[in-house]
């Protein structure tokens, strides 16, 4: 009998520890797609996004993830197209990873998970007058999710994680401008689609998801960057910043839509 490794994580960040779970939640995020499963729908349209790298605000450690902050006062990055019923202003992006690169993403496609998982946070300015209030509104919310996998430089990441070091610490902030996250996004442009919720507290069941099929490829090094952040304040015990992504959720009664046959 080959002595095979059993590979699984515990992930013991606070957050997730106590695996919140809002109470009674039948949308919960993340799911596992089951491409088999998925529904393709002809009346998808072309997800449509127009970024303007000169929103880009600065870039801040909140002890989860490390995030990009967009000026969000105008439609000036918006997204529109898609699933989507309006355009939606991008309010800020970031990242879940693990600590090596045999997990670390939120969603799986037919149980297999990526080293990394990046989410592009959008809200509606049609039906709420703030991003604040759009995270408790149905559909007020839309994020759009593209896998990473292990492979080439990304040259335009590269950009982002030259910062990082500056955003070690919980509660660090440094100045980023003039970034474009449309380099960010896989030239393929098939996704699938699903009603569910926000995936870090306060969990609310308001997001509209567009996960990208295509995987975007960044290399070794700048995986190991991200996991050089730490979840902890400067002067506290370090804990690396690793496996923060949450568990998934049942699908309970929904069907994921594609965009594509
Ligand atoms: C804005 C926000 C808060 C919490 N969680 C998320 S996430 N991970 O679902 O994109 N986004
Ligand atoms: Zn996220």
Redesign the pocket.
């Given at each position: 009998r080959e002595n095979c490794l059993v590979t699984c994580h515990v992930n013991v960040h606070p957050l997730w520890q106590s695996e919140l779970s809002v109470s009674g939640g039948t949308r919960q995020?993340p799911i596992n797609i089951q491409w088999r499963d998925s529904v393709y729908d002809p009346h998808l349209k072309p997800l449509k996004i127009h970024y303007d790298p000169t929103t880009c605000l600065y870039i801040w450690n909140n002890g989860?993830?490390f995030q990009v902050e967009f000026d969000d006062s105008a439609d000036k990055s918006v997204i529109m197209g898609g699933p989507l019923e309006n355009h939606y202003r991008l309010?800020?992006f970031?990242f879940?990873w693990g600590a090596i690169n045999e997990w670390g993403s939120?969603h799986m496609v037919d149980s297999k998970v990526y080293p990394a998982e990046l989410?592009l946070?959008h809200w509606n300015p049609v039906t709420s007058t703030s991003?604040e209030e759009a995270?408790m509104e149905n559909n007020g919310?839309v994020?759009i999710?593209v896998f990473l996998k292990l492979g080439a430089h990304h040259a335009g990441l590269q950009k982002l994680v030259d910062a990082l070091p500056a955003v070690k610490h919980k509660d660090t902030i440094v100045e980023f401008d003039v970034f474009d996250p449309s380099c960010l996004m896989p030239s393929c442009p098939d996704y699938w689609t699903y009603d569910?919720?926000?995936?870090?507290?306060?969990?609310t069941e308001s997001?509209t998801w567009i996960i990208k099929k295509t995987p975007i490829e960044v290399d070794q090094n700048q995986l190991e960057e991200f996991r050089m952040l730490l979840f902890t304040s400067a002067g506290e015990e370090e804990k690396r910043m690793v496996d923060n992504f949450?568990p998934l959720q049942p699908l309970m009664n929904r069907t994921v839509r594609s965009s594509f046959r």
């Open positions: 995020s989860y993830s309010k800020q970031h879940h939120e989410h946070v991003f995270i919310l994020v999710g569910g919720s926000l995936t870090t507290p306060p969990l997001v949450r």
